[in-house]
């Protein structure tokens, strides 16, 4: 079974959406299941260099939803272990660039760590994941070799391919993350209870199981 989940790097309900998936994937053993992360880009139209976060959020929300918004946040991250430290974040970057070192790290053998680096980089410790030298440190710290990622982040490295996917899911009606797209199929929209993906894991597994025997 294909396992495709489409999400951003700034996205907090993505940072508890990955929690509860780790902990289906445990509870659930993974067998059977090839995990890949795809980009999208929540607003493509912020800046390489980012922008101040607090006014961005205002902008967005309103200073008292966006209070809100960041209380209930902290309230469901707590139930997975995510400590979100808003007060540490002051710029929202642009995450094209983080969404390419993702993609590399599929290539390293290490994407799944990558994308929790990032989220505890963003989130918790408050580091502005649009500079390279922040995907640097994060790319040393998955054991990446970073002169490559280095070369690679220098140039348009893969920009346009990112620029597609991200299209594609929209092209397949996503419009919400984190969404976990299975076999190019079948979507499911939003950060997922533990119990409910290994529901669906059992299901999905079984239907191909029979429709191998069939064979």
């Known amino acids: 079974m294909q396992l495709d989940v489409v999400s951003d790097t700034v996205c907090p309900w993505c940072y508890i959406g990955k929690k509860r998936l780790d902990q289906a994937l445990v509870m659930h053993g993974g067998e059977g299941i090839t995990l890949a992360w795809r980009p999208f880009q929540l607003d493509a139209s912020i800046p390489a260099e980012g922008v101040d976060r607090k006014a961005y959020m205002e902008k967005k929300f309103g200073a008292e939803r966006a209070k809100e918004v960041g209380n209930t946040i902290r309230e469901f991250g707590e139930a997975v272990g995510i400590d979100f ?15 390419r070192l993702i993609r590399w790290a599929g290539t390293a053998g290490c994407q ?5 680096i990032l989220f505890r ?6 580091e502005d994941i649009g500079l390279h030298e922040v995907l640097l440190e994060a790319a040393s710290e998955a054991g990446m070799d970073v002169d490559i ?4 982040l220098s140039k348009d490295a893969d920009k346009e391919l990112i620029r597609q996917e991200d299209a594609l899911a929209r092209q397949m009606g996503i419009q919400g993350v984190p969404s976990f797209v299975i076999n190019s199929q079948w979507v499911m929209v939003g950060a997922q209870e533990p119990e409910m993906l290994v529901r669906m894991f059992n299901k999905l597994l079984a239907k191909e199981a029979e ?5």
């Open 112 to 116: 799944n760590e990558m994308v929790d």
């Open 85 to 99: 430290r808003f007060d540490r974040i002051e710029r929202s970057p642009n995450t094209l660039d983080s969404h």
């Open 121 to 126: 980089r963003y989130f918790e410790d408050g």
């Open 211 to 215: 429709a191998t025997a069939a064979q």
């Open 149 to 152: 990622v280095r070369d690679l």
